[in-house]
């Protein structure tokens, strides 16, 4: 079973730019799609942004042209770089894998916490 530790994330102002790891133990991630969720408190976790096996990658239109999703296979780590980000881009980010049978996004990690000051 693969296991998915974020880091990276903190306090910064407005404007400012942080980049996210997601670092999977326990076997390779290459063959799995990988995506960023976020959950700000009192709303559902949303999605941010996904990789596929492929690197075909997809965003939230509220995150297009700011944040670029991306992966190293030999680190077997996902990365989520994140410019321009404003206040309401705060939340806990989480990395998660998807099943390659079910194609639910199965395994999560414990999330990062991203806090954008105006």
């Known amino acids: 079973q693969v296991q998915l530790v974020e880091s990276g994330g903190g306090l910064v102002q407005a404007g400012g730019s942080l980049r996210l790891s997601c670092a999977a133990s326990?076997?390779?991630?290459?063959?799995?799609?990988m995506a960023w969720f976020r959950q700000s408190p009192g709303k559902e976790r949303e999605f941010v942004a996904a990789i596929s096996a492929y690197n075909t990658k997809n965003y939230a239109n509220s995150v297009s042209g700011r944040f670029t999703i991306s992966r190293d296979n030999a680190k077997n780590t996902v990365y989520l770089q994140m410019n321009g980000l404003k206040p309401e881009d705060t939340a806990v980010y989480y990395c998660?894998?998807?099943?390659?049978?079910?194609?639910?996004?199965?395994?999560w990690g414990q999330g990062t916490q991203v806090t954008i000051s105006s």
């Open positions: 326990g076997r390779a991630i290459s063959m799995n799609d």
């Open positions: 998660a894998a998807r099943n390659a049978i079910t194609a639910r996004y199965d395994v």
